[in-house]
Each structure stands twice: as structure tokens, then as C-alpha cells.
């Protein structure tokens, strides 16, 4: 099994040119915020490296909430096979297994209806986003503690081996994971609380629901493409991923340390120590070392996206908001609800930017669009012809059917 600064030579090589994009970026004047001339040259090697650990390995202590409070570790090692652990979007890494599993696998002699499967699973630290302390208790192998990390919800994998197994794919939305399915496996949620996260459904979570109680999902964003953009996520409420990094280790996974935004009115301390702060340097490099996964061969149609790519600078005014090389206006404007063609929420829910810090909306970079639908912060749009069908609605553009058909094109190319 891999150590933690350890990775393998397609790595290297995606870390390397993220480098070089940093190093051209601050010789260019790409990027003028303070927070980002700490990290102005070129990260090394060994930041790197324990950045790709902390993402994919470090839970920042939250096992005193999925293992003390939510008692997930019951549930996993008593009803948790491998078969329903990849129904509901859990993968499995690939590089991780020894022979003579991935063997068993092929062969049936590995057991993929035991939970017994899962635990052994967790002991060969296996499954992407999940930590399981494994111990010998009567004899038996015995799922003890278990917490997750960032790459639960950010990774997924190539399914190289088989559908939900095979190599790690960091940054890349989870959109198979039913993250609300697993936490409402937990013995400790009432009835009430069990069938709002039963609401969310695959490739959707509410960062904001246990802290202000309502309920309204939103697509899990992608954690790569984020170098040069400040405003990362949907509303801008952070001014650098390490705000949401924070925000996220301590508000949603548990983590220890605090957080505190008094816009939003939240002051969140968990444990009695800090095991975030002094690691959000290294994590962010790393983070911001990914970058966006080219289209698929095939998977768009050539000829009608050099067409399209003419309607998104021209009739189709997508040029305006979608500007620059990120194509995202994020580091200089945000914009209101009544500007953006995703609202009203689905379901009655409230505006999601009613409940941000900023109370606005991003305007959404493109890069590796097609790697995560559904679209739109809350997922209103299941394709990119209909995100282009809903701007040409909404904002009456008065596009021509080969008009949608080819803008949609250029979107998947890029």
C-alpha cells in the first residue's frame, strides 16, 4: 500500500504542470490577492505530496462525530457490504488492493455481501474518503472508529477494474455519492432528521443545513480548476479555498479546531485542539495543483462546437459573466439572484444564496464542464443543452435550435 508522500508518476507529471501554470500565472500578473502571495512561487515537491495526503487521508479528528456521535462505525461493520457501499457511491482504490483481493474479486471468492468485506476494506485503507480503525475484538476483526475525509465527497474513480473500483481521481465531483443515504444510516438520527437526508439523493449535500436548518440541496462542485479563482465556491462567501476548507473540516466533517464567519452567524469549535489550521497551506497547493479533466475522445461533436464557440462569444452573450481563462467573472463581481438563470430553487426550497454570507452567486467556471453534471448550483439542469435552453429562456436570447445544439457542444469541449 502506498505511503502517504508517495504517488505515482502520472501524478508527478499533473503536479508538475500545475506548477508551471502557477509559476506563468504570478510571472504574468495572473493573480493579485494577498492571500495568494504566500504561495506566489512554485509549491514544492514535498507540499505537494503532504497536501495529496491530507486531502485523501487526514479526517482533522472528526471521528468524534461520525464515530461518537452519528456511531457510523456500528452501522458499517454490521450492515455495510461492499455491494451497497457501491450503490450508494462509495469507491474503492484500486492501488490500494494486494493481488490476492483484487483476485478474489474477480473470482467470487471475496465476499462482497459481508460486511465483514467492508471492514477488511477499511484495514487496507481502501475506500476513498472513509478512515476505519480496525481492531481484533474476540478474535475478530472489528471496525472500532471511523472518520472521512475531503476525498469522500471531492474523488471518485476511474472504474478501471470495475464500476466504482479502480484508480483515484482527486477533485473530481463525487456524483455517484447519496452522501444524505449514509448519513441517515446513523442510529443516532431521529425519524425527522433520517428522511431530510434521505431527500438529497445522488451527487447532492446541503452544506448549510446543520447550521441553519433548512433544507435545500445543493450538486457537489468539483475541487479541481480552482488556481487564479477566489471566489471558489457557488456564492463567493470565502475570498481563497482555505476559507472553505476550514468551513467544510470543521462545520460538515467534524474536524477539530473552529470556524467563524459573522455573517452567517456561525461560531463552530470542535474538541479541544487544532488539527487544521497549520495544515491548510499544504492542503491548498495541492488542491490548487489540479486541474480540469479534457473532454473525453468522442464525447463532443468538433465541427458543431468551433460553431458554438462563435454563439458563446457572440448572440449568445455568454462572454459577459463566463470572461478571461478561467471563464468566470468570480474575481471581480458577484451577482445577484434575479441575474442568474438557476433560481427558483427546486422544491420550494429557499434561495441558496439567501443563505450565504454574500447573499449573491458566482458566475460558474468551465473548464471540466463535462465531467460533473447535473448543473447549476442545485442541479435544475441534467444536461448542458438544457443549461443552454434555461439561459435562452430566461434571459430570452433568441437562439436558434442549431444555435443551442452547437453552444452546448462547445460547453462539453471544454
Same mark, same amino acid.
Given at each position: 500500500? @502506498?505511503?502517504?508522500?508517495?504517488?505515482?508518476?502520472?501524478?508527478?507529471?499533473?503536479?508538475?504542470?500545475?506548477?508551471?501554470?502557477?509559476?506563468?500565472?504570478?510571472?504574468?500578473?495572473?493573480? /493579485?490577492?494577498?492571500?495568494?502571495?504566500?504561495?506566489?512561487?512554485?509549491?514544492?515537491?514535498?507540499?505537494?505530496?503532504?497536501?495529496?495526503?491530507?486531502?485523501?487521508?487526514?479526517?482533522?479528528?472528526?471521528?468524534?462525530? %461520525?464515530?461518537?456521535?452519528?456511531?457510523?462505525?456500528?452501522?458499517?461493520?454490521?450492515?455495510?457490504?461492499?455491494?451497497?457501499?457501491?450503490?450508494?457511491?462509495?469507491?474503492?482504490?484500486?492501488?490500494?488492493? #494486494?493481488?490476492?483481493?483484487?483476485?478474489?474479486?474477480?473470482?467470487?471468492?471475496?465476499?462482497?455481501?459481508? #460486511?465483514?468485506?467492508?471492514?477488511?476494506?477499511?484495514?487496507?485503507?481502501?475506500?476513498?474518503?472513509?478512515?476505519?480503525?480496525?481492531?481484533?475484538?474476540?478474535?475478530?476483526?472489528?471496525?472500532?472508529?471511523?472518520?472521512?475525509?475531503?476525498?469522500?465527497?471531492?474523488?471518485?474513480?476511474?472504474?478501471?477494474?470495475?464500476?466504482?473500483?479502480?484508480?483515484?481521481?482527486?477533485? %473530481?465531483?463525487?456524483?455517484?455519492?447519496?452522501?444524505?443515504?449514509?448519513?441517515?444510516?446513523?442510529?443516532?438520527?431521529?425519524?425527522?432528521?433520517?428522511?431530510?437526508?434521505?431527500? %438529497?439523493?445522488?451527487?447532492?449535500?446541503?452544506?448549510?443545513?446543520?447550521?441553519?436548518?433548512?433544507?435545500?440541496?445543493?450538486?457537489?462542485?468539483?475541487?479541481?480548476?480552482?488556481?487564479?479563482?477566489?471566489?471558489?465556491?457557488?456564492?463567493?462567501?470565502?475570498? /481563497?479555498?482555505?476559507? %472553505?476548507?476550514?468551513?467544510?473540516?470543521?462545520?460538515?466533517?467534524?474536524?477539530?479546531?473552529?470556524?467563524?464567519?459573522?455573517?452567517?452567524?456561525?461560531?463552530?469549535?470542535?474538541?479541544?485542539? /487544532?488539527?487544521?489550521?497549520?495544515?491548510?497551506?499544504?492542503?491548498?497547493? &495541492?488542491?490548487?495543483?489540479?486541474?480540469?479533466?479534457?473532454?473525453?475522445?468522442?464525447?463532443?461533436?468538433?465541427?458543431?462546437?468551433?460553431?458554438?464557440?462563435?454563439?458563446?462569444?457572440?448572440?449568445? @452573450?455568454?462572454?459577459?459573466?463566463?470572461?478571461?481563462?478561467?471563464?468566470?467573472?468570480?474575481?471581480?463581481?458577484?451577482?445577484?439572484?434575479?441575474?442568474?438563470?438557476?433560481?427558483?430553487?427546486?422544491?420550494?426550497?429557499?434561495?441558496?444564496?439567501?443563505?450565504?454570507?454574500?447573499?449573491? &452567486?458566482?458566475?460558474?467556471?468551465?473548464?471540466?464542464?463535462?465531467?460533473?453534471? #447535473?448543473?447549476?448550483?442545485?442541479?435544475? !439542469? !441534467?444536461?448542458?443543452?438544457?443549461?443552454?435552453?434555461?439561459?435562452?429562456?430566461?434571459?430570452?436570447?433568441?437562439?436558434?435550435?442549431?444555435?443551442?445544439?452547437?453552444?452546448?457542444?462547445?460547453?462539453?469541449?471544454?
Amino acid at each position: 500500500m @502506498k505511503r502517504w508522500n508517495q504517488y505515482d508518476r502520472s501524478t508527478v507529471k499533473s503536479l508538475a504542470a500545475a506548477s508551471m501554470s502557477v509559476l506563468l500565472m504570478s510571472a504574468c500578473g495572473g493573480s /493579485d490577492h494577498s492571500t495568494d502571495q504566500a504561495f506566489a512561487a512554485v509549491p514544492d515537491a514535498r507540499l505537494l505530496a503532504d497536501g495529496q495526503a491530507l486531502f485523501r487521508f487526514d479526517t482533522f479528528g472528526d471521528e468524534l462525530h %461520525w464515530t461518537d456521535t452519528l456511531r457510523m462505525h456500528e452501522v458499517i461493520r454490521s450492515a455495510v457490504d461492499p455491494t451497497t457501499a457501491l450503490a450508494i457511491g462509495l469507491k474503492v482504490d484500486a492501488d490500494a488492493l #494486494p493481488a490476492s483481493v483484487t483476485l478474489g474479486i474477480r473470482d467470487g471468492s471475496v465476499d462482497l455481501n459481508s #460486511p465483514a468485506t467492508t471492514v477488511a476494506l477499511l484495514k487496507l485503507n481502501a475506500v476513498v474518503g472513509l478512515q476505519g480503525k480496525v481492531e481484533v475484538v474476540d478474535g475478530k476483526d472489528t471496525l472500532t472508529r471511523v472518520g472521512i475525509t475531503f476525498a469522500l465527497c471531492h474523488s471518485t474513480v476511474d472504474n478501471s477494474f470495475a464500476p466504482g473500483i479502480g484508480k483515484r481521481l482527486d477533485g %473530481w465531483a463525487n456524483r455517484d455519492l447519496n452522501a444524505g443515504a449514509i448519513i441517515a444510516l446513523s442510529p443516532a438520527l431521529s425519524a425527522t432528521m433520517k428522511a431530510v437526508y434521505n431527500s %438529497w439523493g445522488k451527487g447532492k449535500y446541503d452544506p448549510r443545513f446543520n447550521q441553519d436548518g433548512e433544507n435545500g440541496p445543493q450538486v457537489i462542485p468539483p475541487a479541481y480548476g480552482l488556481e487564479g479563482i477566489h471566489s471558489i465556491t457557488s456564492t463567493g462567501d470565502g475570498d /481563497d479555498v482555505s476559507y %472553505w476548507n476550514r468551513y467544510v473540516g470543521i462545520t460538515q466533517m467534524g474536524g477539530h479546531g473552529t470556524f467563524v464567519d459573522p455573517r452567517l452567524g456561525i461560531d463552530v469549535t470542535n474538541g479541544t485542539d /487544532d488539527r487544521i489550521s497549520a495544515k491548510l497551506p499544504a492542503l491548498r497547493a &495541492y488542491q490548487l495543483s489540479l486541474l480540469p479533466p479534457p473532454p473525453p475522445p468522442g464525447s463532443f461533436d468538433a465541427d458543431a462546437a468551433a460553431r458554438g464557440q462563435r454563439v458563446f462569444a457572440g448572440v449568445g @452573450k455568454c462572454i459577459s459573466c463566463h470572461s478571461g481563462a478561467q471563464m468566470t467573472d468570480a474575481n471581480s463581481r458577484l451577482h445577484l439572484p434575479s441575474e442568474v438563470a438557476s433560481e427558483p430553487e427546486p422544491d420550494g426550497a429557499p434561495s441558496y444564496a439567501s443563505r450565504s454570507a454574500t447573499k449573491r &452567486y458566482r458566475t460558474a467556471p468551465l473548464r471540466g464542464l463535462w465531467q460533473h453534471p #447535473p448543473y447549476f448550483h442545485n442541479g435544475t !439542469a !441534467a444536461t448542458a443543452e438544457q443549461v443552454v435552453r434555461t439561459y435562452n429562456d430566461k434571459q430570452a436570447l433568441g437562439l436558434t435550435e442549431a444555435e443551442v445544439s452547437d453552444l452546448a457542444q462547445y460547453l462539453k469541449s471544454l
